[in-house]
């Protein structure tokens, strides 16, 4: 699910902070491929910070585990039989409930910002993986040139921080994570950043 930039004009955080969201995509989204468990392997982090430290250990249990192992682990955390350990949809962690009013609210948003749905995907679009592609693919310029700090600060406020945050800290804990674990850590602190310089934007 690689999101690629319409422009030169992106500065090098917006750029690390797009990869981020990307790489959140493509493990949350669907179990990751080979390429992305490769590109996992070889992350390092500043063992001084809570971030560079997961960002470490999710590459020693990604040169670790299998494919195989980590789709178990997928599917059982987010799958499983009938449903899995965590439902990872904003509709759900705001209601209680899925196909609820955020997730209108988040289509309504798409279509004026030109994100169209895939019909192929049939997961609904409120989808944890799905919005971080979304963020990343605004700071990029993936709907058309990348979105103003104000176009991002109002989707991720309406759509990602109300509720991402309690969901990455309910995967750093959930039964079923090892390698999801760390990538847990790793959303939960992305979010406390992005909301910390989103409000002094």
């Known amino acids: 699910m690689p999101v690629e930039s319409r422009s030169l004009a992106i500065g090098s955080e917006d750029q690390m902070r797009a ?12 179990p990751p491929s080979q390429e992305i468990l ?12 809570e971030m560079g430290q997961a960002f470490d250990a999710l590459s020693v249990i990604a ?10 682990e997928f599917n059982g955390l ?6 899995g350990e965590l439902l990872p949809y904003g509709s759900y962690y705001l209601t209680g409930f899925l196909n609820e009013k955020p997730l209108a609210t988040l289509r309504n ?3 004026d ?6 019909e192929s995907v049939k997961e609904p679009e409120d989808h944890i993986g799905r919005l971080c592609e979304m963020m990343s693919g605004l700071i990029l310029g993936a709907y058309g040139e990348p979105a103003g700090l ?8 309406d759509h990602v921080g109300t509720w991402a945050g309690h969901f990455f800290a309910d995967l750093e804990s959930a039964k079923s994570s090892r390698f999801y674990q ?13 909301t910390n310089a989103f409000a002094m934007a």
Request: aromatic fraction near 8%; charged fraction near 25%.
């Open 19 to 30: 990869d981020l969201y990307a790489l959140l995509a493509n493990l949350l989204f669907n």
């Open 38 to 49: 490769d590109l996992v392997c070889n992350l390092d982090g500043d063992q001084n910070t």
């Open 63 to 72: 040169g670790k585990a299998s494919l195989v192992d980590i789709r178990d």
């Open 78 to 83: 987010f799958i499983g039989m009938g449903r």
């Open 109 to 111: 948003t798409m279509r």
């Open 113 to 118: 910002l030109g994100i169209q749905k895939v």
């Open 150 to 157: 104000d176009v991002q600060k109002q989707f991720f406020s």
């Open 182 to 194: 760390p990538v847990g850590t790793i959303g939960r602190l992305f979010v406390e950043i992005e």
